[in-house]
DNA sequence: GTTTTTAGTTGCAACTTGCAATCTATCTAA
DNA sequence: TTAGATAGATTGCAAGTTGCAACTAAAAAC
């Protein structure tokens, strides 16, 4: 029979290697996390994070040719440039919070000076979480990977598939097995 | 005094540069996604990731070293070793789900097959999110740093104490670098 | 007009990456 | 019990990346 190894280039088909092309580099994360705590200036990153000159001026180019960050000489000081974060920026909160969080929760104690709360009720936030479409909280085990003929119904009920992986034993939630190669 | 702006070392208690220190490799997070999809043994991640021999192996190793992956020769067969996830591995979720979220979201157009869903219903699962204690989803301009000192008081009057994450729908918290805000 | 500030570049040494070939331990088959 | 295949790991070398230090360039301050 043919050669069965279909290279998982499935892989290429998630946005996992987009988004790690900008944000897998050394200092990405860091300068991000900089800009939401509100700072916006290269001197600034600089010394906040102790970065070295050239990287820095690299991965900050580098953050505002992927559209994270913007690039703006200021009005008053036009030597002074402010760096702000776009809606894309934004949008990787989730991600740079959900790293932090295990970060916190696996690393050394930490006493945590400024706490991150939620503005209305002024208590500290939850972990950032997998919701279901309908808002559920959902843990790696209610999780499964799906052909989207075989997706479930949302109110006519019609749900036409076979359960083929136990809910524990052989968790293939995420098991990719479908064809495809992208390469040789 | 006046000037609120802590220096460097506050950044270093913050989760994110310890939670770098093993997922900021180039490849951690595609070995970390692989083995969400129940890849286990090496020459499967050499084949369907692309990578050289000796960067798997090392970033396998790493992985094992920080807890993420167990380093297992199998029963059957001594030269096959079975990498498996850890908890603290599986906790890696969340954020693997948010970059490829937001991956997918800016990325060039994908046709994401098979789909991620919940195992209830067979939908695909929502957006990662930023939740508050409650279960409020949580966006950019609903955060806010705060001194510990200045948090809210809970329904039942006990103060929220930052702590280590609890292993689900525990209070997080989050520490910042500057005194200056979080929200735009 | 000289100096200071802000951002960015260049030179060079140290480290990291990754391909190819090699190595060791183990399993299988004659 | 030796030959051969297989799983994983290691080494050598070329190419690329990182980062310190010193330098340029332009705008602002004096």
Not at 55 to 60: D, K, Q, T, Y
Not at 116 to 140: A, F
Request: overall charge negative.
């Amino acid at each position: 029979m043919g050669d069965l190894r279909e290279p998982l280039n499935e892989l290429t088909d998630c946005g996992l290697p987009g988004a790690l092309e900008v944000m897998g580099e050394r200092w990405s994360f860091m300068i991000l996390r900089a800009s939401f705590n509100g700072l916006h200036h290269f001197e600034e990153f600089l010394t906040e994070l102790g970065i070295a000159r050239n990287i820095l001026s690299n991965r900050l180019a580098n953050l505002v040719a992927h559209g994270i960050l913007n690039r703006e000489p200021c009005a008053d000081d036009k030597r002074r440039i402010e760096y702000r974060l776009t809606e894309k920026g934004f949008d990787l909160l989730p991600a740079m919070l959900a790293l932090r969080q295990w970060g916190q929760k696996y690393g050394v104690e930490i006493t945590e000076n400024p706490v991150l709360v939620d503005e209305v009720d002024r208590l500290p936030i939850g972990p950032v979480s997998i919701l279901s479409h309908d808002g559920r909280i959902l843990g790696p085990e209610d999780l499964r990977l799906t052909e989207p003929e075989n997706l479930g119904v949302r109110a006519d009920g019609t749900t036409a598939v076979p359960g083929k992986f136990g809910k524990n034993g052989n968790v293939a939630h995420l098991a990719g097995t479908s064809a495809r190669a992208v390469n040789g």
